[in-house]
């Protein structure tokens, strides 16, 4: 098992950055996946960003080349850079781990971004 803890979260006007921290309460080392996914009100849960089994990362089309997400294994933690943010960015974002192969999801709390326009 591992516990989430998302932090970062916030206001800021449209065109800001903001960068989400989760730290994890296990080493990040050997995840099978990890990563970002956000859900807005009245929508479906997608993906922002991940780091994969294969050792690439997956973003999703519409934060390419404004999001980058990191790592620091010796802090377990993941981060989120979000940067030119769009009042379309806002969410509560979660971070999401998976430990091995067909294993379950852990999820943390989730953190509000919001964007004023």
């Known amino acids: 098992q591992v516990q989430l803890e998302e932090s970062g979260g916030g206001l800021v006007q449209a065109g800001g950055s903001l960068r989400l921290s989760c730290a994890a309460s296990?080493?990040?080392?050997?995840?099978?996946?990890m990563g970002w996914y956000r859900q807005a009100p009245g929508k479906e849960r997608e993906l922002v960003a991940r780091f994969t089994a294969r050792g690439s990362i997956d973003y999703a089309d519409s934060v390419k080349a404004r999001f980058t997400i990191s790592r620091d294994n010796t802090k377990n933690t993941v981060y989120l850079q979000m940067n030119n943010l769009a009042p379309e960015d806002a969410a509560v974002y979660s971070c999401?781990?998976?430990?091995?192969?067909?294993?379950?999801?852990?999820w943390g709390q989730g953190t509000q971004v919001t964007v004023s326009s």
């Open positions: 296990r080493s990040i080392s050997n995840m099978y996946e």
């Open positions: 999401n781990a998976r430990l091995t192969v067909g294993g379950g999801k852990y």
